[in-house]
């Protein structure tokens, strides 16, 4: 069992910056891929980003790519989502991940375990 814990969400102003943290806690925690995704309302889960613990990563292919960065601590067994340059479209509920999963099923919500209870990141503009 892994329980997922994430802070960090809040308002921001277009164009500003948040740091999302979730912190993994269980007996086998640091065995897992870990990934976040968002959802909007009205709209489907979407992947964000996703990292094993051998700092393999992956990002959005187009939404969020060059604004957005995984990153994690492995002796704290969290892993963080650097948020820059944000606009409204960024607005959503955003989620933290584990799976047992290698890179191609990072971007699948089918491909993980568990779930951290989300936290929501709005964006005015």
């Known amino acids: 069992q892994v329980q997922l814990v994430e802070s960090g969400g809040g308002l921001v102003q277009a164009g500003g910056s948040l740091r999302l943290s979730c912190a993994a806690s269980?007996?086998?925690?640091?065995?897992?891929?870990m990934g976040w995704f968002r959802q909007a309302p009205g709209k489907e889960r979407e992947f964000v980003a996703a990292?094993?613990?051998?700092?393999?990563?992956?990002n959005n292919a187009d939404s969020v790519r060059g604004r957005f960065t995984i990153s994690r601590d492995s002796a704290k067994n969290t892993v963080y989502l650097q948020m820059n340059r944000l606009n409204s479209e960024d607005t959503a509920v955003y989620y933290c991940?584990?799976?047992?999963?290698?890179?191609?099923?990072?971007?699948?919500?089918?491909?993980?375990?568990?779930w951290g209870q989300g936290t929501q990141v709005t964006v005015s503009s």
């Open positions: 269980g007996r086998t925690a640091s065995k897992y891929a």
């Open positions: 991940a584990a799976g047992l999963t290698g890179p191609t099923g990072w971007g699948s919500v089918g491909s993980y375990d568990y």
């Open positions: 990292i094993s613990w051998s700092t393999i990563r992956t």
